[in-house]
């Protein structure tokens, strides 16, 4: 009898034991309270003007220098033809009298016929012509005697002609006219040419040679390119930050970003030289300006279209500490601060104020909402804190709601980092924007890096942030899924940890696969297609399915941080009614988790599970843009259990709707 009780017990505890082992193998995600909510913009896009993202990226220009700006007048220009002598093709310099687009080509034309007297452009690593598509050709001219007509050619690599036009000048006078032709393309082509052939006599100026394809996004006309900004629109981002990065600082305070020269009549944008055309001794590029054809006024019009938040990053009056380091003193700071008081006035002023009315003439009667606005980028130190500082005093002062976002520097876990970061809690900042391009390892390791943050002080933007492989890989080899899971791991923290970061986005976003020159990147693009690497489909499904609040999935009553390769985050969408569980198995064998919904919620029969998993040195490429890409299968639930495999380096992401 004593025999049989102690044996009863020992069965009891043998299966206490083994209930509590497989509660604790469980995931329990708890959808019944919310931890705290996801900001809206939690998960965005940066984008700069770096790897051609503007010029010969999604601002659709097919000519390079078309207004002879770059500091080689005729860089992507060539003269042909036997009409040409000496002196008939020059460039002219009208200085003073048009400072932001003094220069334009004088051409004298004497009895030509087509083909005797021509000018090719190059387009940025040739321009992308489709078939059947129209293209359109402007220019501004001043035809001061004579009469000229130009024949329009776009040529392949062989010279032969895929379309062509013609433009009559209508006007012989001493005033600039703008006039436009059509081409329509016969055939597909990655590397086109343009040429102009001048026929019959003349002395012609030529500014702003101009060629669009007319299927840009929206069909705006001199718009962008519609398949590159697709793929942000796909990723619904929550905000869109620019125009940089480093471009906003500049190489010297000249070189920085001025957003009141990017908008206006084109012709009137000052053209500046891109810091990225000189960066990168390994990654020259010395036709990369910035000819600001895209402006603040382009790029808020894109952040509206996308449903992004606008978010503007201005330079507080220090230029690129990696360069110059120059500064403006602290008494001369006045206009870079009206800058940004301005900027404000220029995206949410009225009809009444200055620079809302330039805005509403520009087309955009109602305001861009603005509510945020950075204040400098990548800048450190006690100069930046005095700064940032008189910004902020001045900015709250007129606009009390705008949220100021201020720089961390370039490294997080450093000292500079440390004294900026205590600097910036104890002005009272709104949001710290922290950058990280580190190793993949790095990632995986600060997965938990938000769990201690003061959850009362300053939010947290993770403003650019990539995994970096070995520095001996280059190019879009780069964005091997390594690098790729390793960030998906690490966005669990941010999204676990969704009530301090309200912000994120990888950076940097577009490579041009013959302009780059900082790699990894996002998308990769060619003058015909764009593709989206590993890293892009994480954020993606990150981005997509972000749901509206935190919940808790634990395991052992902790957050799932790397324990055995495995780290996950649990949302719940309260508009969409899903519960969405992230897992991200970082090891090389498959797991299985078991998932528990715990609560109240009545959960639909069926869940979906998308996933996704490769080789770690496997990654996406033109001929090959989908290699690595999210399956998704439909499964039955049985009750509030799920039993999860997760595949090797992969990652699983559960959806599942409840009432
Ligand atoms: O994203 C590329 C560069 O990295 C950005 O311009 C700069 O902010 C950072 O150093």
Redesign the pocket.
């Known amino acids: 009898m004593k025999y049989k009780k102690s044996f009863a017990i020992s069965i009891l505890t043998a299966l206490f034991l083994s209930a509590n082992a497989q509660k604790e193998a469980t995931l329990l995600v708890n959808t019944q309270k919310a931890v705290a909510p996801i900001a809206p913009t939690m998960w965005g896009v940066f984008f ?1 003007d ?1 790897n051609l993202g503007a010029d010969g990226g999604i601002y659709a220009e097919l000519v390079k220098n078309r207004s002879f700006e770059f500091s080689k007048p005729l860089m992507g220009w060539s003269v042909k033809g036997k009409k040409f002598g000496e002196g008939d093709v020059l460039v002219q310099n009208r200085q003073e009298l048009q400072i932001s687009n003094p220069r334009f080509l004088r051409l004298n034309i004497k009895q030509a016929a087509k083909g005797d007297a021509g000018i090719t452009n190059e387009g940025f690593r040739g321009m992308g012509i489709k078939k059947d598509i129209r293209y359109d050709f402007s220019l501004m001219y001043r035809q001061l005697r004579g009469n000229v007509t130009l024949h329009l050619e776009l040529v392949d690599d062989k010279n032969n002609v895929i379309g062509i036009g013609t433009l009559k000048p209508n006007a012989t006078n001493d005033d600039w006219n703008k006039q436009q032709a059509s081409l329509v393309a016969i055939a597909t082509v990655e590397k086109a040419k343009l040429n102009i052939w001048f026929e019959g006599n003349g002395l012609i100026d030529l500014d702003m040679v101009s060629l669009f394809p007319s299927d840009t996004w929206k069909e705006r006309p001199g718009g962008m390119r519609k398949d590159m900004i697709q793929m942000l629109a796909d990723m619904k981002p929550g905000f869109i930050r620019f125009p ?4 906003v600082e500049g190489i010297d305070l000249a070189n920085r970003y001025q957003w009141k020269k990017t908008i206006g009549p084109i012709e009137d944008r000052q053209l500046i030289m891109n810091r990225w055309n000189v960066e990168f001794g390994h990654r020259p590029t010395p036709d990369y300006f910035q000819t600001f054809g895209l402006g603040f006024y382009e790029y808020f019009q894109l952040a509206e279209d996308i449903g992004a938040e606008p978010l503007p990053i201005l330079n507080c009056g220090m230029a690129c500490q990696y360069n110059t380091g120059e500064v403006v003193p602290l008494d001369q700071l006045g206009p870079y601060i009206q800058d940004a008081l301005d900027l404000i006035e220029f995206a949410n002023g009225d009809a009444t104020t200055e620079w809302g009315k330039k805005r509403i003439a520009m087309g955009h009667k109602e305001p861009f909402n603005l509510k945020y606005l950075g204040v400098g ?2 800048n450190w130190g006690p100069q930046y804190i005095e700064r940032a500082k008189l910004f902020k005093d001045k900015i709250k002062e007129k606009y009390p709601n705008i949220q100021l976002i201020y720089s961390s520097g ?1 490294d997080p876990d450093s000292e500079r980092y440390h004294f900026l970061d205590k600097q910036l809690r104890s002005i009272g900042a709104d949001i710290i924007d922290e ?1 990280y ?1 580190r190793s993949p390892d790095w990632f995986l390791k600060n997965a938990a890096r938000y769990d201690s943050f003061d959850r009362k002080g300053p939010k947290i933007f993770a403003g ?1 942030y990539a995994a970096h492989v070995d520095g001996k890989i280059t190019g879009s080899n780069r964005n091997i899924w390594q690098a790729a899971i390793a960030e998906a791991a690490f966005m669990t923290g941010l999204e676990r940890n969704a009530e301090v970061v309200t912000m994120a986005s990888y ?2 976003l577009f490579a041009h696969g013959e302009g780059w020159q ?1 790699a990894p990147d996002l998308i990769w693009v060619n003058n015909l297609t764009v593709y989206g690497t590993p890293n892009y489909e994480v954020q993606k499904m990150f981005s997509v399915n972000k749901g509206t609040h935190v919940l808790n999935a634990n395991l052992n009553g902790k957050p799932l941080t790397g324990e055995n390769g495995l780290y996950a985050s649990s949302v719940i969408d309260e508009n969409k009614k899903e519960i969405i569980v992230k897992v991200v198995n970082t090891s090389g064998e498959a797991k299985k988790q078991t998932l528990s919904f715990e609560g109240n919620k009545k959960l639909a029969s069926q869940v979906s599970i998308t996933s996704i998993s490769a080789d770690l040195n496997d990654k996406n490429a033109f001929d090959k843009p989908r290699n690595i890409y999210p399956k998704e299968e439909k499964v039955k639930i049985n009750g509030k259990n799920l039993n999860l495999s997760i595949p090797a380096n992969g990652v699983a992401m559960v959806k599942v709707a409840y009432k």
């Open positions: 700069e770096i940089g990065g480093c471009i980028n990548e370039t950058h391009y650019e950076a940097p900082w």
